[in-house]
């Protein structure tokens, strides 16, 4: 059963940083490509990055490009979001997931986390 | 980038209706759409690939159809547990890119 649970969330001034990383369970992680999508309160989904399974292949939405950075560890099953210069509007939860894999890799989303709740307020 | 245009944002419907959603992208996407169904509080989860393949395990009432630039979400025969919010998303280029949601709500 396809698991990933995240963690690093909370609460971070404007402009800081904040790492938020993903463990992945019963699948093998080092095949599939991961995203990371966030959902303001109360908002839609927000697709914010993916990055290929072996790591080399990464694309960003352009509300976070040149900020935030996805990266994975495989001997560790574990996905990270490193977020800088975070932005009020960054406040969201964000949630992990999976990719279909297939004829659709990096671009489709079968799994999900429950995700985690970054609050930038001063 | 590619919009995703969602309608309605909400519908009322009673158990055993059919519910009728519709997603219009900004530029021809071929088939390369997705819908995703939202219980308040939990994950999404995948409901439609490839506009009208049906994700494992998904019961049969939900089904895509569409082309190009538009696409329908139909649930027929809506039970209890289906009262939701819907997501469509394209699969064609970067950035990926949802549709607003349609809550779809108890009348």
């Known amino acids: 059963q396809v698991q990933v649970v995240e963690s690093g969330g909370g609460v971070v001034q404007p402009g800081r940083s904040l790492r938020l990383s993903c463990a992945a369970s019963?699948?093998?992680?080092?095949?599939?490509?991961m995203h990371w999508v966030r959902q303001a309160p109360g908002k839609g989904l927000e697709w914010v990055a993916v990055?290929?399974?072996?790591?080399?292949?990464?694309y960003y939405a352009d509300s976070v490009k040149g900020r935030f950075t996805i990266s994975r560890d495989n001997s560790k099953n574990t996905l990270y979001l490193e977020m800088d210069s975070l932005r009020t509007e960054d406040t969201a939860v964000y949630h992990c997931?999976?990719?279909?894999?297939?004829?659709?890799?990096?671009?489709?989303?079968?799994?999900w986390g429950q995700g985690t709740l970054v609050t930038v307020s001063s | 980038d590619i919009q995703m245009t969602q309608s309605p944002s909400s519908v009322s419907a009673s158990v055993g209706d059919r519910v009728t959603i519709t997603c219009r992208a900004s530029?021809?996407?071929?088939?390369?759409l997705a819908w995703y169904q939202q219980i308040p509080g939990t994950a999404p989860k995948l409901l439609i690939y490839?506009?009208?393949s049906l994700q494992s395990g998904v019961p049969s009432r939900f089904s895509g159809s569409g082309s190009g630039t538009d696409f329908t979400l139909t649930i027929n025969s809506l039970q209890p547990e289906d009262f939701a919010t819907y997501y469509c998303?394209?699969?064609?280029?970067?950035?990926?890119?949802f549709g607003g949601g349609t809550k779809v709500e108890i009348k």
């Open positions: 530029q021809d996407i071929t088939s390369w």
């Open positions: 990055i290929s399974y072996e790591g080399y292949t990464k």
């Open positions: 490839a506009a009208s």
């Open positions: 997931a999976k990719d279909w894999g297939g004829p659709y890799t990096l671009k489709l989303i079968d799994s």
């Open positions: 019963g699948f093998t992680f080092s095949l599939y490509a």
């Open positions: 998303q394209q699969t064609d280029s970067f950035p990926l890119t």
